[in-house]
């Protein structure tokens, strides 16, 4: 049948060949297995699910109730968490899912600034979380790029926000998870970690583990969790809610009851089953033993990247990077983001513009490019192989600010791709 739409196919087919053809270094993105694929686009798409497992309004459940069942006890079992949902769309859903059970409109919330690396979900001004709520924000000192702790403590005794947000998408290094709990048992607001990004390492012991000490964690499974793209919610430990609400027995609600109820009704209808098998797929390819080697490769390939980089005069936020991800201020390199970003797309080359702590660009601009490992990673890219791409990155800024053509550098860039599978690992 799909052959009957000619235009829609032709334009997936030219999608395909970029990826095959080009680097992919946006640290948001990643390969999926053909198992992964097969699910997401499977029958499942048909099916209507509304409610849990167990609890559904419509009938012919039974199989996709044992599929999500699967997900949630895979998700339980790679994060040792008890409690999983696996139904959010997206990141941002579980995000504002988690605000809908945790807060009420105008309740102060203690997120990580954007322009420093943090999500438009933590407060940014453009977001629901930023409408809806009252906003405050920290970020990395000036000096060293690194979380300036001391005055995110300041503002939260300060303001006393119900919700402190850690995690963020931009920001290279691991965080004290512990520093933030405590602060948050200071105030007592209630500790969010969004860990989208470095999900995959944390889940294999490659970066510090917030799930026993935040309350509640979310993550999209399409980054380095190498999944579909979606989202999930966890919690290490259940626990009765903290503001005394009641089921009709007039019991407290646990707080796993409220989250799932923020999720549906509250915030989304059907769940998308395809999805959800799609992410039970990723969820067992990350249980198994090389996915651990998958991760270590991917951490040291951003290291390499880094150190590579720096050593052509780039100047990296943080001065290196703990994870996947690594941003890199252009501003010594005289060149903004959002050109950057062109030079390196006319080489087959694709990264992102992003701020950069203390821009001085508009976010249409930026001063920054981010970039990660992750999918260079699943292609086969090792170590062996960084400094070339360090030296591809170089070169098509070089020629796109001495007005020179990229075509060369593409074809080499092509002929270097075509050696490396889109899933190797």
């Not at 167990?54 to 009938?59: D, L, N």
């Not at 609400?245 to 769940?271: C, E, H, W």
Request: glycine share 8%; aromatic share 8%.
């Amino acid at each position: 049948m799909k052959n009957l739409d000619k235009d829609i196919f032709e334009l997936i087919e030219k999608e395909e060949e970029r990826q095959i053809k080009g680097i992919e270094l946006i640290a948001s993105e990643n390969y999926v297995s053909q198992n992964v694929l097969d699910a997401t686009g499977s029958i499942l798409t048909n099916k209507y699910a509304e409610g849990y497992p167990s609890k559904r309004y419509y009938g012919g459940c039974e199989i996709v109730d044992q599929i999500e069942q699967l997900a949630i006890e895979r998700l339980k079992l790679l994060f040792n968490a008890e409690y999983a949902n696996v139904q959010p769309h997206s990141g941002s859903q579980a995000n504002s899912a988690v605000y809908l059970a945790c807060l009420k409109p105008g309740d102060k919330i203690l997120g990580f600034d954007l322009s420093h690396g943090g999500h438009l979900t933590h407060g940014s001004p453009v977001n629901f979380s930023g409408q809806l709520y009252n906003a405050f924000f920290y970020g990395v000192s000036k000096d060293s790029g690194l979380i300036d702790y001391k005055t995110m403590r300041e503002i939260a005794l300060k303001e006393k926000p119900k919700m402190l947000i850690c995690g963020a998408s931009a920001y290279s290094r691991d965080w004290d998870y512990s520093f933030f709990r405590e602060v948050a048992d200071e105030i007592g607001a209630i500790l969010l970690a969004d860990i989208s990004h470095p999900s995959g390492l944390i889940a294999k012991g490659l970066l510090k583990d917030p799930l026993q000490l935040c309350d509640i964690v979310t993550t999209t499974t399409h980054k380095t969790l190498r999944g579909p793209r979606g989202g999930v919610i966890m919690m290490g430990k259940d626990f009765d809610n903290p503001w005394g609400y009641k089921n009709k027995k007039g019991d407290k609600k646990r707080m796993s009851t409220i989250l799932n109820s923020a999720v549906f009704p509250g915030s989304q209808g059907g769940p998308l089953e395809h999805v959800i098998a799609a992410k039970a797929v990723a969820f067992g390819e990350a249980l198994q033993d090389n996915f651990f080697e998958y991760m270590l490769r991917v951490k040291q390939n951003a290291h390499c990247l880094s150190e590579g980089l720096s050593s052509l005069g780039y100047d990296i936020v943080s001065d290196g990077t703990d994870n996947h991800c690594l941003l890199i201020d252009l501003r010594s390199k005289n060149i903004t983001g959002k050109d950057a970003e062109l030079a390196l797309g006319q080489a087959d080359i694709t990264v992102n513009k992003n701020m950069v702590p203390f821009d001085s660009q508009s976010p249409f601009i930026t001063s920054g490019i981010r970039i990660g490992s992750a999918a260079i990673t699943t292609r086969g890219i090792t170590i062996n192989d960084i400094n070339l791409i360090v030296e591809y990155i170089d070169e098509a800024i070089y020629l796109y600010k001495n007005k020179k053509n990229t075509h060369s550098l593409s074809k080499k860039v092509n002929k270097t791709m075509s050696e490396f599978p889109i899933f190797k690992y």
